[in-house]
């Protein structure tokens, strides 16, 4: 019965911010990892960032200095905060968790869409 669900979406011009949310039904993100991935149309799914149940960090390079990835554990909710937004960050993007950050994700949220404009 657990399930992830995505927010925050939408459209935005280059340049700007958006901040996406992922709410868990029950407490997992206090003690396993999170992750955010995405997909553009005809591209394979990449990993974007993930989040340790010890506060590290990881980034692709290509988001690196730009996304910041976090959490608010009484809440229950992993965030995605993207600044300098560029129209190659087109994508839906997934929530995750994972027994740890290096592993496979185990759960997937249904993906929230992201419009980068020109």
């Known amino acids: 019965q657990v399930q992830l669900v995505e927010s925050g979406g939408g459209l935005v011009q280059a340049g700007g911010s958006l901040r996406l949310s992922c709410a868990a039904s029950t407490s997992i993100f206090s003690m396993h990892a999170v992750g955010w991935y995405r997909q553009a149309p005809g591209k394979q799914r990449e990993k974007v960032a993930t989040l340790t149940r010890t506060d590290s960090t990881d980034y692709a390079d290509s988001v690196k200095g730009r996304f910041t990835i976090s959490r608010d554990n009484a809440k229950d909710t992993v965030y995605l905060q993207m600044n300098s937004l560029k129209p190659e960050d087109t994508a839906v993007y997934y929530c995750?968790?994972?027994?740890?950050?290096?592993?496979?994700?185990?759960?997937w949220g249904q993906g929230t869409q992201v419009h980068v404009s020109s």
């Open positions: 995750a968790a994972l027994l740890w950050h290096g592993a496979d994700p185990y759960l």
